[in-house]
T-cell receptor
Framework: GEDVEQSLFLSVREGDSSVINCTYT??????LYWYKQEPGAGLQLLTY?????DMKQDQRLTVLLNKKDKHLSLRIADTQTGDSAIYFC?????????FGQGTELSVKP | GAVVSQHPSRVICKSGTSVKIECRSL??????MFWYRQFPKQSLMLMAT?????????EQGVEKDKFLINHASLTLSTLTVTSAHPEDSSFYIC???????????FGPGTRLTVT
């Protein structure tokens, strides 16, 4: 299909790890992205991964890419209440960004 | 980091009027800007790609006469919602692609409410 897909909700306890999953469709996408959106705000780029990599770590964030299965995940270690937001994955397709539906992460104290 | 601003951040207008939303890249030049629309609890839907000095490219199903886009300079693109109706109420977000790096930076969004 045409869609980038994510699960809609994830709830974790403060201090736990969060894993947000995404499946994409275009195997020729060069870059895959994770964005964070807080209520009423625009998008903040968290991290991205080049398609020839299978893992990228950036402080508390770890991105895993399984190109064969077109599966992307974002792991947030030691999740904090400030991490509560909506997380979007996106693939780059013909110079445009195609977004998933977003995963709402709720972090409970 | 690179900053993209949008103005206004919120606007309420009456049905039938037109509303203009500005998107500015504050510290870089953007030959390409993108306009997205986001409904509550939903993803961003790309409406159009705006290229400096040329006509915008609209995505399928987006009415170009309804959503007028002008990209008159390397730092400014405008989206005008003409003859707005309540169903046009939405969150409109722009992004600007840095001419030097091609990286996209997003604006904070504009909440449009049509009464």
């Amino acid at each position: 299909g045409e869609d980038v897909e994510q699960s809609l909700f994830l709830s974790v306890r403060e201090g736990d790890s969060s894993v947000i999953n995404c499946t994409y469709t275009d195997s020729s996408s060069t870059y895959l992205y994770w964005y964070k959106q807080e209520p009423g705000a625009g998008l903040q780029l968290l991290t991205y991964i080049f398609s020839n990599m299978d893992m990228k770590q950036d402080q508390r964030l770890t991105v895993l890419l399984n190109k064969k299965d077109k599966h992307l995940s974002l792991r947030i270690a030691d999740t904090q209440t400030g991490d509560s937001a909506i997380y979007f994955c996106a693939e780059s397709r013909w110079g445009k960004l195609i977004f998933g539906q977003g995963t709402e992460l709720s972090v409970k104290p | 980091g690179a900053v993209v601003s949008q103005h206004p951040s919120r606007v309420i207008c009456k049905s039938g009027t037109s509303v203009k939303i500005e998107c500015r890249s504050l510290d870089f030049q953007a030959t390409t800007m993108f306009w997205y629309r986001q409904f509550p609890k939903q993803s961003l839907m790309l409406m159009a790609t705006s290229n400096e000095g040329s006509k915008a490219t609209y995505e399928q199903g987006v009415e170009k006469d309804k959503f007028l886009i002008n990209h008159a300079s390397l730092t400014l693109s405008t989206l005008t919602v003409t003859s707005a109706h309540p169903e046009d109420s939405s969150f409109y977000i722009c992004s600007a692609a840095d001419r030097a790096s091609s990286e996209q930076y997003f604006g904070p969004g504009t909440r449009l409410t049509v009464t």
